[in-house]
């Protein structure tokens, strides 16, 4: 069964960092590429960024560039998601899913939610 | 950003009506759009890929089809666990984007 368990998340100070990781399991995880979507509280999903399978291929969302990276570690079955410079409109459920190559996101983990407020 | 303009916001429909979702891509996306349904604190769940392809275990009363610009989900015999949220996706161009969503209740 493939599970994306995601953690890290909290109640954070505008200008403040944190990092979210996502550990895959059930599934090859170093042959999909990986996403972080967020959503707003009673708002709609918003794609922020795109790493692929080995980590040549990142894409950001604009609201997020400078600002978040994305990356992996395949030995570890872990996704990550470090952000600086919160805003209080980064205040969101983040969720790791996973691709396959030119593919929608086929399975999606619980979410985390971040808080940023002073 | 290719944008995505999902329709109605919210509907309304009695168990065992068929209802229809709309979304309009601002551009051509090729057949690259999904759907997903998210029930309340739930996350988003894959329903249809490649505008009419089901996702494994999704029942045969959900249906997507469309082209170009223009797409859309059917609902046939609508049932009590269908209640849920339901989004458009366009995954044929970064960044990728999705619409607005559409919540469905039962009347």
């Known amino acids: 069964e493939v599970q994306l368990v995601e953690s890290g998340g909290g109640l954070v100070q505008p200008g403040r960092s944190l990092k979210l990781s996502c550990v895959a399991s059930g599934f090859t995880f170093r042959n999909y590429g990986m996403n972080w979507i967020r959503q707003a509280p009673g708002k709609g999903l918003e794609w922020i960024a795109y790493?692929?399978?080995?980590?040549?291929?990142?894409y950001y969302a604009e609201t997020v560039k400078g600002r978040f990276t994305i990356s992996r570690d395949n030995a570890k079955n872990t996704l990550y998601l470090q952000m600086t410079s919160l805003r209080s409109e980064d205040t969101a459920l983040y969720f790791c899913a996973k691709q396959r190559e030119v593919q929608p996101f086929d399975s999606w983990g619980q979410g985390v939610m971040v808080t940023v407020s002073s | 950003d290719i944008q995505m303009t999902q329709s109605p916001a919210s509907l309304s429909a009695s168990l065992g009506e068929t209802v229809t979702i709309e979304c309009r891509a601002s551009?051509?996306?090729?057949?690259?759009l999904a759907w997903y349904q998210q029930k309340p604190g739930k996350s988003p769940q894959l329903l249809i890929y490649n505008t009419n392809s089901l996702h494994t275990g999704v029942p045969s009363r959900f249906s997507g089809s469309g082209s170009g610009t223009q797409y859309s989900l059917k609902i046939n015999s609508l049932q009590s666990e269908d209640v849920a949220s339901y989004f458009c996706?366009?995954?044929?161009?970064?960044?990728?984007?999705f619409g607005g969503g559409t919540k469905l209740e039962l009347k």
């Open positions: 551009e051509g996306i090729y057949n690259g």
């Open positions: 790493i692929s399978s080995g980590s040549s291929y990142i």
């Open positions: 996706q366009q995954y044929y161009d970064y960044p990728r984007t």
